[in-house]
């Protein structure tokens, strides 16, 4: 996909003219994330955005990304990075620090996210404001989610959700701990690059993730069925913070910040969810060239596990209002505009 998130002519109006070119500043900003260079994330993502802000910047910017983990750390530590000034630039998974985005955890219940990174990226920019206070630290470029979690299981297929008490499977976020933990099952918490193994050994028996990671990880030769909602709908999904550390970004001139800015928020996010959503085709077809079948739950089936995952979205609004924030509000908005952005 090649991207082209700024129109040349809002560029030409962006950029600041400077009598001496030699005086122009230029910068080197270090991007970093927990996938391998050869993820989707990395290639279709971060590389074209990076190389579009160098290229809008006449070159002024230079991006340098550090796939998986290479300047240090591990996942959960990837937020903190960027807040002290380790990393300029980092992806990273919100959940990976639980309690930290208390507000944009609406986007990753159940129920939620209906199926579309597009749309939910959207409806995300939609009510920006009444999650903005999660970013104060920060200076987000992208709030984003993926295509939603389909359940990967090493077993074989199941086609209701008392078929899964007692399973162990892996979770990104803690409310997606307690969708499992509804479902009866167990909840085991991990990043993604740790999950090969897991399934190898036999740590867990399943994993809530989207078909995206099967290419990189190989998932489809350790699994033997992939479930979804009927009409592919998911089991929630996870939210992704691109953001910059808010002192180096103030520290750019203004029209290095017009660069950075027109590559950010709204300017992106719908090209950004059209991507995360083609890439599922990929691993879906991985998946089924070894055999092993995706399976749609019926109707009857996908209700059942949606009325459960009401009882999640239940616990955090109450749980949201224990900290201060009116959970109710976030979840009647969030749903709106996921369904607005979804027609």
């Known amino acids: 996909m090649k991207w082209l998130p700024l129109k040349a002519s809002i560029l030409g109006a962006a950029m600041v003219s400077l009598a001496t070119p030699a005086l ?42 550090f796939p998986a983990m290479t300047m240090g750390g591990k996942p959960p530590e990837l937020y903190r990075q960027l807040r002290d000034g380790a990393a300029d630039i980092v992806w990273t998974v919100t959940g990976y620090t639980p309690g ?28 920006f404001d009444m999650l903005a206070e999660d970013f104060t630290d920060v200076k987000p470029l992208l709030v984003h989610v993926h295509a939603g979690n389909a359940l990967h299981l090493v077993n074989g297929c199941v086609e209701s959700v008392d078929e899964l008490k007692g399973v162990k499977l892996r979770t990104p976020t803690r409310t997606g701990g307690w969708m499992i933990e509804a479902w009866g099952a167990e909840p ?35 699994t033997q069925c992939s479930v979804t909602g009927a009409d592919d709908s998911r089991f929630g999904t996870a939210v992704f913070l691109f953001a910059m550390n808010k002192e180096r970004y103030d520290s750019l001139p203004d029209d290095l910040k017009a660069v950075i800015d027109a590559n950010s928020g709204g300017a992106i996010a719908g090209a950004a969810g059209q991507l995360w959503d083609d890439v599922e085709l990929p691993g879906q077809e991985m998946q089924k060239k070894t055999g092993s079948p995706i399976s749609a739950l019926t109707p009857e089936a996908t209700a059942a596990f949606d009325d459960l995952g009401q009882t999640v979205v239940d616990r955090w609004i109450a749980e949201s209002a224990d900290n201060g924030v009116d959970g109710a509000a976030l979840v009647e908005a969030a749903r709106a505009a996921v369904a607005a952005n979804a027609k």
């Open 24 to 65: 122009a500043q230029e910068v080197t900003l270090t991007l970093a994330h927990f996938l391998s260079p050869k993820s989707p994330p990395h290639v279709k993502f971060m590389e074209p955005w990076a190389r579009a802000v160098e290229e809008q910047s006449s070159g002024r910017i230079k991006v340098e990304i």
């Open 100 to 127: 930290v985005f208390p507000r944009s955890e609406v986007f990753e219940l159940p129920t939620v996210h209906e199926g579309s990174a597009k749309a939910t990226n959207l409806a995300i920019q939609d009510t």
């Open 188 to 222: 085991v918490g991990m990043p993604v690059p740790a999950l090969p193994q897991a399934l190898s050994k036999g740590v867990i028996d399943g994993a809530l993730v989207p078909f995206e990671v099967m290419p990189p990880f190989k998932l489809n030769d350790l």
